[in-house]
């Protein structure tokens, strides 16, 4: 059996060791992305009280029918921080619901890879953005399952909201 010996360490030298490790992992800690705008200048607002199903191919999003909206940013804007929020319930037949907005077929921030916000039975509601250059942009609320297979999602008495605010 081999033997073990233990070596003290000065604390100075500890100290740096830890000093080192914890800094390595502090630069590895994603960055918190931002973005600033003006005084909110439109907003338009689509929700449905009746039942919405979905049905999702296996591994693919499909487009919520209705929550979507058209956001224009005029020509004299260098950019718009369009903001969009979801209200719903959601129920899934094959995994858990996913649900993440796009703007002219991108995902909205926060964006991890693929990954959208998962809904349950109780009602959900989350804040997506993004950044734009002045012209006409589509903004689109899409779902998925969450294990990749195919299936229907539900949405309930769902309200989605885009509002436009100047920037840059």
């Known amino acids: 059996m081999p033997k073990i010996t233990r070596i003290a360490l000065p604390s ?22 931002s973005a600033k705008g003006g005084s909110i200048s439109a907003v338009t607002a689509v929700s449905s009280a009746e039942r919405t199903y979905v049905n999702v191919p296996a591994g693919k999003w499909a487009n919520v029918p209705g929550a979507n909206a058209k956001v224009t940013v005029p020509s004299g804007w260098h950019a718009a921080l369009v903001i969009a929020t979801l209200s719903a319930d959601g129920i899934c037949s094959g995994g858990e619901c996913e649900v993440r907005v796009t703007v002219d077929g991108h995902v909205a921030n926060p964006a991890a890879n693929t990954d959208g916000f998962l809904i349950g039975q109780r009602n959900a ?6 950044t734009v250059g002045h012209g006409a942009h589509t903004v689109q609320v899409q779902v998925g399952i969450a294990t990749g297979t195919e299936g229907t999602v539900r949405l309930d008495d769902w309200s989605f909201t885009v509002e436009r605010a100047k920037s840059g």
Not at 12 to 33: D, E, H
Not at 125 to 130: E, K, L, N
């Open 12 to 33: 100075a030298v500890a100290g740096a060791v830890i000093a080192l490790v914890v800094s390595a992992a502090v630069a590895r800690a994603p960055k918190p992305q």
């Open 125 to 130: 509601t989350f804040v997506r953005w993004m």
